[in-house]
């Protein structure tokens, strides 16, 4: 089978870990429930920023959240190395920016993600996944936006699923909780 997946917030943990950065560097001690709580992708508001003082923070700190000690969600490098191992073809598309692609992409497979260059795609919008998506003929797409998963809903023979997150609680998705979760939607026991 052909398996694709998302990186931030589907196998790794980036808005939470961009969370405790943010409290160090705004000097403040929002408590971890408040991010649990958020109805946002955004995570700026928890700590009283506007739009515009959100998207500067945010990118002002892209270098330290995306390279630094952002951990992969418990089971996520594990379960795709198990995928892979049974002979599944393994997709990572990323809505990442084009100057961060290579370097992602190395940070992953240092992560121990199994990783094969011609199957990572990156920089393209979020809206735009849609046409990677349909272009491999994927049987299984992950994600966690519900921007990306609208698009993708009902369309083609791809089966999307979602990775929980409290922004995408109201989506009628197939949903896993956990990565260990998996095997309730791939058969990871024979292809």
Not at 158 to 169: A, E, I, L, P
């Amino acid at each position: 089978m052909k398996i694709g997946f998302d990186i931030d917030d589907t196998l790794i943990n980036l808005r939470e870990y961009a969370f405790h950065i943010y409290n160090v560097k705004l000097k403040k001690n929002v408590p971890i429930d408040v991010f649990h709580r958020l109805e946002r992708v955004e995570i700026h508001e928890a700590f009283e920023l506007t739009e515009e003082q959100g998207a500067e923070m945010w990118n002002s700190s892209l270098e330290e959240i995306y390279f630094n000690a952002c951990p992969p969600f418990p089971n996520a490098v594990e379960t795709i190395q198990e995928l892979e191992r049974r002979g599944h073809e393994i997709y990572y598309i990323t809505s990442r920016p084009k100057v961060h692609g290579e370097r992602t992409l190395e940070w992953m497979k240092t992560q121990g993600f199994p990783i094969e260059g011609e199957r990572f795609f990156y920089g393209m919008k979020d809206q735009e996944k849609i046409q990677f998506i349909e272009k491999i003929e994927l049987d299984y797409y992950f994600d966690d936006k519900p921007e990306v998963l609208n698009t993708l809903g009902g369309k083609g023979k791809t089966t999307v699923v979602v990775k929980d997150q409290s922004y995408n609680r109201n989506l009628n998705f197939p949903r896993i909780l956990e990565w260990k979760d998996i095997e309730n939607f791939i058969d990871t026991r024979e292809l």
